[in-house]
């Protein structure tokens, strides 16, 4: 399915009137085909988890537009999964337990639950972690399980915002290559948030640029090379230094 | 060694003559069960609505802080106008004991619950009860036990004083007290003493054992 966004504006009126208000979101339009990779890349504050937020209907937009295969959606809409960098796991249910939340709250069988989430748990490698608790897994691990949760509902556009920001640059570039298989496998639009350039170019078919307060999208990098990605490549470095640019003239703004 | 020969006469005569320790006991233990187990069913619920809804928690709040510093005790000759002496006014005394610790602490189990859970669940596909009953109440549930654990505490505590104002049945730990201390009998007093402490005690070892039980994921 093919997602398209309209002129997304938003504006935060604050609890206190003195302040004013704050304008997160101005104009942001992108659209992403079914199946595509896209990255969004600014400086803090920018406005990029509200672009999210709204997206997945956690939170609604001041004005504009969101479609899926051109028909405009309302603020709840049931096509998008969501993976937190906190993980948000719930540390009161096992990892097996944790994947299954979705389909416990869609009245999916003990039985038939645990089947699934089951075979999530080898797919993500978390054999022999299901009946532990979170707080007893790695960072690494924690992430996968968030990831498995959220794929478990078999959402068609996958939001991520900034999922791998707490790990280890080892883990880090393992979770990168095993986001990448799993996002080969499937049909799913990705939509993934990061600080770094490197996973941005790595990861992408598209790299957007938000500029920072009001967010608004201020680049435009299409990714042209196959995959896997060569990190030293001339081609990986030219569009390394296009997005750096970018961002350091973002930075000289504020 | 007193105490001991006390409890001995307690438990084989009892006091008044026939009336045991066990008898007393139980009949203690009911009437804090009933209060117990009614501030448990309103304060939890009760608790977990406020926690959620800031404008009936700001409303709501006044009401809890005019009544919250009443003792509990205070309550017993309006609850004796209204329920006759009896397990009614009992339970109802306790109630009020063990009430307010449960909904404050239930409230603020609620607030220590992190947005992002509440978020993570909504995307995952859950409505406002699953919200309630999957996340809310789980996540609240550490808070809401030390609030079962003070609860009880002070419901006991409340329960014994009641009984010295006197009972109907002539059975419970408070009133086999003060029976003991009108027939001049310190040992009885002090062992009546080490036996609501004990008990007391257990109640909270209980408590503690489904505490442990249901929160493992804490450790
Ligand atoms: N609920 C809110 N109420 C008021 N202002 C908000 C709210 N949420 C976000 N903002 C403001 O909107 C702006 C964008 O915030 P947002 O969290 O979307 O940025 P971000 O790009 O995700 O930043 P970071 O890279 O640090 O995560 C910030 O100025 C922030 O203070
Ligand atoms: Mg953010």
């Given at each position: 399915?093919?997602?398209?966004?309209?002129?997304?504006?938003?504006?935060?009126?604050?609890?206190?009137?003195?302040?004013g208000?704050?304008?997160?979101?101005?104009?942001?339009?992108?659209?992403?085909?079914?199946?595509?990779?896209?990255?969004?890349?600014?400086?803090?504050?920018?406005?990029?988890?509200?672009?999210?937020?709204?997206?997945?209907?956690?939170?609604?937009?001041?004005?504009?537009?969101?479609?899926i295969?051109?028909?405009?959606?309302?603020?709840?809409?049931k096509y998008?999964?969501?993976?937190?960098?906190?993980?948000?796991?719930?540390?009161?249910?096992?990892?097996?337990?944790?994947?299954?939340?979705?389909?416990?709250?869609?009245?999916?069988?003990?039985?038939?639950?645990?089947?699934?989430?089951?075979?999530?748990?080898?797919?993500?490698?978390?054999?022999?972690?299901?009946?532990?608790?979170?707080?007893?897994?790695?960072?690494?691990?924690?992430?996968?399980?968030a990831?498995?949760?959220?794929?478990?509902?078999?959402?068609?556009?996958?939001?991520?915002?900034?999922?791998?920001?707490?790990?280890?640059?080892?883990?880090?570039?393992?979770?990168?290559?095993?986001?990448?298989?799993?996002?080969?496998?499937?049909?799913?639009?990705?939509?993934?948030?990061?600080?770094?350039?490197?996973?941005?170019?790595?990861?992408?078919?598209?790299?957007?640029?938000?500029?920072?307060?009001?967010?608004?999208?201020?680049?435009?990098?299409?990714?042209?090379?196959?995959?896997?990605?060569?990190?030293?490549?001339?081609?990986?470095?030219?569009?390394?230094?296009?997005?750096?640019n970018?961002?350091?003239?973002?930075?000289?703004?504020? | 060694?007193e105490?001991?020969?006390?409890?001995?006469?307690?438990?084989?005569?009892?006091?008044?003559?026939?009336?045991?320790?066990?008898l007393?006991?139980?009949?203690?233990?009911?009437?804090?069960?009933?209060?117990?187990?009614?501030?448990?069913?309103?304060?939890?619920?009760?608790?977990?609505?406020?926690?959620?809804?800031?404008?009936?928690?700001?409303?709501?709040?006044?009401?809890?802080?005019?009544?919250?510093?009443?003792?509990?005790?205070?309550?017993?000759?309006?609850?004796?106008?209204?329920?006759?002496?009896?397990?009614?006014?009992?339970?109802?005394?306790?109630?009020?004991?063990?009430?307010?610790?449960?909904?404050?602490?239930?409230?603020?189990?609620?607030?220590?619950?992190?947005?992002?859970?509440?978020?993570?669940?909504?995307?995952?596909?859950?409505?406002?009860?699953?919200?309630?009953?999957?996340?809310?109440?789980p996540?609240?549930?550490?808070?809401?036990?030390?609030?079962?654990?003070?609860?009880?505490?002070?419901?006991?505590?409340?329960?014994?004083?009641?009984?010295?104002?006197?009972?109907?049945?002539?059975?419970?730990?408070?009133?086999?007290?003060?029976?003991?201390?009108?027939?001049?009998?310190?040992?009885?007093?002090?062992?009546?003493?080490?036996?609501?402490?004990?008990?007391?005690?257990?109640?909270?070892?209980?408590?503690?054992?489904?505490?442990?039980?249901s929160?493992?994921?804490?450790?």
């Amino acid at each position: 399915m093919s997602l398209d966004v309209q002129k997304l504006h938003k504006e935060f009126s604050g609890d206190d009137p003195q302040n004013g208000s704050t304008v997160a979101l101005q104009d942001i339009s992108f659209s992403a085909a079914k199946g595509s990779f896209i990255s969004f890349i600014g400086p803090s504050g920018c406005g990029k988890t509200t672009m999210l937020r709204i997206l997945s209907g956690l939170e609604t937009a001041t004005s504009g537009t969101v479609s899926i295969n051109g028909v405009a959606v309302s603020s709840q809409w049931k096509y998008a999964g969501y993976v937190f960098q906190e993980y948000a796991l719930f540390p009161w249910r096992t990892v097996i337990d944790n994947i299954a939340f979705g389909l416990d709250v869609r009245g999916v069988s003990r039985k038939e639950r645990k089947e699934r989430a089951m075979e999530f748990v080898e797919k993500f490698g978390l054999a022999g972690f299901e009946d532990k608790y979170p707080a007893a897994l790695s960072g690494g691990m924690q992430q996968r399980v968030a990831i498995a949760r959220t794929l478990i509902n078999d959402p068609e556009i996958v939001l991520m915002d900034e999922p791998f920001g707490a790990l280890d640059s080892q883990t880090r570039s393992l979770m990168q290559q095993f986001l990448l298989d799993v996002w080969q496998q499937s049909d799913k639009t990705v939509l993934f948030i990061t600080h770094n350039i490197d996973e941005a170019v790595y990861l992408s078919q598209t790299v957007y640029g938000i500029s920072s307060r009001p967010g608004t999208i201020g680049l435009t990098v299409p990714i042209d090379m196959p995959y896997p990605r060569d990190v030293t490549s001339d081609a990986f470095n030219n569009y390394r230094r296009e997005i750096l640019n970018f961002l350091d003239s973002q930075h000289r703004r504020t | 060694m007193e105490i001991f020969t006390g409890i001995r006469d307690l438990v084989l005569q009892g006091l008044p003559r026939g009336n045991t320790l066990v008898l007393h006991i139980l009949y203690s233990l009911l009437r804090v069960a009933c209060g117990f187990l009614l501030a448990v069913v309103t304060a939890v619920p009760l608790g977990i609505i406020l926690g959620w809804s800031k404008s009936l928690r700001e409303t709501v709040a006044p009401v809890v802080e005019l009544f919250r510093p009443i003792p509990p005790l205070a309550w017993i000759p309006i609850a004796i106008l209204w329920f006759g002496i009896g397990l009614k006014s009992a339970a109802f005394i306790i109630f009020l004991g063990c009430f307010f610790p449960i909904l404050l602490s239930t409230i603020s189990g609620v607030l220590s619950v992190e947005r992002i859970l509440v978020d993570a669940a909504r995307t995952l596909g859950a409505d406002d009860r699953d919200v309630f009953v999957k996340v809310l109440i789980p996540g609240a549930t550490p808070s809401i036990y030390t609030g079962l654990r003070i609860g009880l505490g002070i419901g006991w505590m409340t329960l014994v004083a009641a009984e010295f104002t006197g009972v109907k049945s002539g059975y419970g730990l408070g009133y086999m007290i003060m029976t003991a201390r009108d027939i001049q009998r310190p040992d009885l007093v002090v062992a009546g003493m080490a036996v609501i402490g004990l008990t007391g005690f257990l109640l909270d070892v209980l408590i503690r054992f489904f505490e442990n039980r249901s929160l493992a994921w804490r450790k």
